[in-house]
């Protein structure tokens, strides 16, 4: 891959597996800089073994509140600047909303929606102040359609495409582009709730896609000419059909 992000410095949450790593990864390979920041020190420590300077750790609880509200300052304080802020950290839960713990609601609405918003809300003085930025959230193929097995994940998601529609359009004059990705069904960690046969027969049936494939779009949006803005992307299996 060519060096299409050389010299930028980007922040991926949930960097340490799935889609997030698979970003990390993809934009280590265009010559970007990457901030990691998940709470697996353990993974952190290992892809720094691997990428050395190229990739700067910061292990963080981003549903700790405290903790959250200091990323965009650790960052600049790591690296003096953001250029790139995938918004990627997020967690599942499926099935009847009767059976779904209250907990496991607060807790994965916090992640998916409030610290996504918190995240974009810190980082944007900076790129407003230096008139360029991209912004790029790991949304789902749920956000668009109400999809009736998980109700409490897809309305996370639906509540994200709306924060990134309104939000692209307050700030693209200040040279920032905010865009989604909707991936349908990744193999990730956030299938482990599903049974064994189910993913079994997802995957004999074509119906999941690679962590890769979503960081292929990933890149894709970030390495447009500035004055193309790549808004929203759905990328699904071919043979997954709602």
Known sequence: MSNELSGKVAVVTGAAAGI??????????????VVLVDRDEAALTALCEKHGDAVIP???????????????????????????????????????LVDAATEDIDRMLNLNVNVVMK???DVLP??????????????????????????????????????????????F???????????GPVITALLDDWSEQ?????????SLIEASEVAEVVMFML??????????????PTNFDL
């Open 20 to 33: 997030g790593l698979a970003s990390t990864e993809a934009m280590l390979a265009a010559g970007a800089r």
């Open 198 to 206: 189910k993913l079994k027969d997802a995957k004999d049936a074509g």
């Open 126 to 171: 900076h790129m407003m102040e230096r008139g360029s930025g991209d912004i790029v959230v790991t949304s789902s193929l749920a956000a668009h359609f109400p999809t009736p097995w998980e109700p409490v994940y897809a309305s996370s998601k639906w509540a994200i495409n709306c924060f990134v529609q309104v939000v692209r359009r307050q700030v």
């Open 119 to 121: 995240n974009v809300r």
């Open 223 to 236: 390495s447009r000419p500035r004055n193309v803005t790549i808004r929203d992307v759905v990328i699904m």
């Open 58 to 96: 910061l292990v963080m609880d981003l549903l700790d509140p405290q903790s959250c509200a200091t990323l965009v300052p650790r960052v600049l304080e790591k690296s003096g600047r953001i250029d790139i802020l995938h918004a990627n950290a997020g967690i599942y839960v499926g099935g009847d």
């Open 173 to 183: 004059k200040h040279g920032i582009r905010v865009g989604s990705v909707s991936p």
